[in-house]
């Protein structure tokens, strides 16, 4: 897949984040509510441990409410973690955080101390905006571009909640092809770094499949068309989307298509479920197993080499 990662201070923000954690009481994850797997940095629950975590599924606002709450039941399932869906354009929803912290973590409550949290999250899922609200100050830098925040800061709100704010990271490399697909789809990956066409074409497979009706209702088609490059010539003529001599315009509908998703025009569309998550995890699980064995044949084929050496010298 045509896309570059550019995980920038990668080494430098995981230190920082491990040298704090021990004072950390609580962990706060923004996740993407439209792709709450795919948004999930490994990261993050290597670095937390056990330690209580918040799962805020941002940009509900977006996604599917019935794939939503899916996630909400399955990430629950984890000890220790409290999900929830909120939209960062609803300040109310963000407001209730603090009550969420002190649930998970009342001891500092009753100890009338504050309790110190850190949120993390990858590059444009909300997490400054979500910010700015919970102090009731612009603090945080926002933007629609990835990798806003640039260093780790300290923020008390003042109502026995101290804050660390990371900042938003991609882990290097995705081991997932189509969690890699999927953040390029909403947006999580700098628009220059990556292909339109080949995103457009992933997402206009998997419409056809999850969401047919939505699609048809919001490109005015009269039937479903049979593949995802036919889906986006269909949506390339009803949308004008052509070059002289009514060429299909595919850089210009791939635009189209992924920029009306992102907006929410098409509807409330999530991109991957919690079934959907499950065989992924198996599949780069035994993946990783195959290079991990492969990795340790070449390191003992190594070995015999050198050994053969020293006997013949």
């Known amino acids: 897949m045509a896309i570059q990662w550019y995980p920038g201070h990668m080494h430098k923000a995981r230190k920082e984040i491990e040298e704090a954690m021990p004072q950390v009481d609580l ?3 923004v996740l993407d509510a439209r792709i709450p797997y795919s948004s999930e940095n490994p990261m993050v629950s290597q670095l937390r441990g056990d330690k209580p975590c918040i799962k805020l599924l941002n940009k509900s606002d977006l996604a599917d409410p019935k794939v939503t709450a899916q996630w909400i039941e399955y990430l629950e399932r984890e000890q220790g973690v409290q999900a929830s869906a909120i939209t960062s354009l609803q300040p109310n929803m963000v407001k ?24 993390m999250g990858i590059p444009n899922v909300g997490k400054s905006t979500i910010i700015n609200t919970l102090a009731g100050r612009t603090i945080a830098k926002t933007g629609n571009e990835p990798a806003v925040t640039r260093r780790q800061q300290r923020i008390n709100l003042r109502n026995g909640i101290v804050l660390s704010d990371t900042p938003g990271i991609l882990w290097p490399k995705v081991d997932n092809e189509a969690s890699s ?3 390029a789809v909403t947006g999580a990956i700098k628009d220059t770094a990556m292909e339109y066409e080949d995103v457009a074409m992933f997402a ?14 919001r490109y005015k088609l009269q039937s479903l068309p049979a593949s995802d490059i036919e889906l986006l010539e269909a949506i390339s003529r ?8 009514a060429r299909v315009d595919y850089h210009k509908v791939s635009e189209l298509l992924l920029h009306e998703y992102r907006s929410g025009k098409i509807g409330l569309l999530s991109l991957e479920t919690p079934a959907m998550a499950e065989v ?10 195959e290079k991990e064995l492969i990795k340790q044949q070449k390191i003992e084929q ?4 050198r050994s053969g050496k020293r006997y013949n010298d």
């Open 27 to 29: 962990v706060i994850e």
């Open 96 to 119: 209730s955080i603090p009550d969420l912290c002190r649930k998970l973590v009342p001891h500092r409550d009753i100890m009338e101390k504050d309790i110190r949290t850190m949120i």
């Open 181 to 183: 697909y999927r953040l």
């Open 204 to 217: 206009a497979g998997y419409f056809l499949e999850a969401y047919p009706d939505e699609i048809c209702e």
């Open 238 to 245: 009803s949308r004008g989307a052509l070059r002289p001599g």
């Open 280 to 289: 992924e995890k198996e599949e780069v699980a035994r993946k990783l197993a």
């Open 302 to 305: 190594e070995k015999l080499k």
